[in-house]
């Protein structure tokens, strides 16, 4: 702390933790905080964090709540989505997704009022500690970080409810008293997240109650629903036929999806400080969303480009995850990405039925490279010369017909 900080961005939502780093800064730092609240599409009202700043002696020209919604859905989820994208095979990268955005509207904010430095209420063992500093670096490379669980002594929550009481802090009810859910939640408008406390025994299984927006597969409708997703360039426009915003469709998927059960994920991830992390999420849209583009990408996209993105997804989800994501090798392979989603036109139809989701019609009338006159196990009319395969498969089989008569003169 010998380097003098004089105006600090810090990013609040107005809970016990983000309420205690408020103060904190200010005794331990004695500097001007400005408090930065994102409406990410968490699904909780942003404005009494307002009245929280203004009471903890923020001035009014320090406060700014921002509704990212429809940039955090166009300008992250959807160019993430254009990959295919999931980590270690799953996780479709709610949470990892929603920080560069944070972190990009705190280094604006910082610019703007002239701050050296930004706060997070991230702990020293999770990722978004990462996340938040290497894009506010990447950002604003001399910006100062204070990061108060890295530095300060208040390591539980009893002792955050203490200095709460100490500083006259306002803390939730049911905060106080114990109550609420028995561990962490992060919500946004792609996904909810649920990990820690009663959820870090692996082997625990949360009871249905849990779970916020998706209701169980046996509790779904007896009736499958058919729903048709248009989609232009790699992104969905359209939800059976009505165009709608990038905000405005994946909520709208949510609902449809959440209510036939679909998108719940119970997973033990590696986390990038080395631990592992066992987390829950409920990702119905986002699910809705990856199965219906791959489904289109399968008849719009050549067969060796699909290879190549599907070897480049591993690392383009882990680049996410790690918070690289303005990063130049990520935004070169954004461009590429982006360059295949070119002919991903088409539309594409989904059964969702129980938590299950089937494909059961693609079609696009300007890209399609499926040609039912080759493809054909009926008489194609010449199309498709069948004796021409006998050709290439010899070629390929040159190299282990030799070494199959290495090896059978070696066993003689």
Not at 161 to 179: C, T
Request: aromatic letters at 8%; proline letters at 4%.
């Amino acid at each position: 702390m010998s380097d003098k900080i004089n105006k600090v961005v810090l990013a609040y939502s107005g809970g016990l933790d983000t309420s205690v780093i408020l103060k904190w800064l200010q005794d331990v730092y004695h500097c001007e905080v400005v408090t930065f609240t994102a409406d990410i599409g968490q699904g909780e009202e942003v404005e009494p964090a307002r009245a929280k700043a203004l009471k903890m002696g923020i001035k009014k020209e320090n406060i700014f709540i921002d509704d990212l919604k429809e940039e955090f859905v166009r300008d992250f989820v959807f160019p993430m989505f254009r990959a295919n994208t999931l980590y270690e095979g799953e996780y479709l990268l709610g949470t990892s997704i929603a920080r560069p955005l944070i972190a990009k509207r705190m280094i604006d904010i910082a610019r703007k009022v002239k701050a050296d430095a930004i706060s997070h209420g991230a702990t020293g063992k999770g990722n978004d500690q990462v996340r938040f500093e290497l894009g506010a670096y990447a950002l604003m490379p001399n910006v100062k970080v204070i990061a108060p669980w890295r530095e300060w002594d208040l390591l539980s929550r009893d002792k955050l409810l203490a200095y709460a009481d100490k500083h006259g802090i306002p803390v939730d009810f049911k905060k106080r008293k114990g109550g609420g859910a028995p561990y962490s939640m992060d919500a946004n408008l792609l996904h909810i997240s649920y990990e820690g406390g009663i959820l870090e025994d692996p082997n625990f299984a949360p009871e249905d109650s849990m779970w916020r927006i998706t209701v169980s597969p046996e509790k779904a409708p007896n009736k499958p629903q058919v729903v048709e997703l248009t989609f232009a360039k790699g992104d969905i426009v359209a939800i059976d036929g009505k165009e709608m915003s990038p905000a405005n469709i994946l909520a709208s998927l949510n609902v449809i999806g959440g209510k036939h059960g679909i998108g719940r994920l119970d997973m033990v991830e590696n986390r990038y400080v080395g631990m592992k992390s066992r987390g829950c999420y409920e990702t119905p849209g986002g699910s809705i969303i990856w199965k219906a583009h791959r489904a289109i990408e399968s008849i719009t996209m050549d067969r060796e480009v699909l290879a190549l993105k599907d070897d480049l997804m591993p690392r383009y989800a882990r680049l996410i995850y790690n918070g690289y994501w303005f990063s130049p090798e990520r935004k070169l392979m954004q461009v590429l990405i982006d360059e295949s989603q070119k002919t991903v036109n088409g539309k594409v139809r989904l059964k969702l039925y129980k938590g299950t989701m089937m494909v059961v019609g693609r079609e696009s009338k300007t890209d399609s490279l499926f040609d039912m006159k080759i493809s054909t196990f009926d008489d194609d009319g010449g199309a498709y010369n069948q004796a021409d395969a006998a050709g290439f498969i010899k070629l390929n089989a040159l190299r282990m017909r030799i070494a199959g008569n290495l090896a059978k003169s070696r066993r003689k």
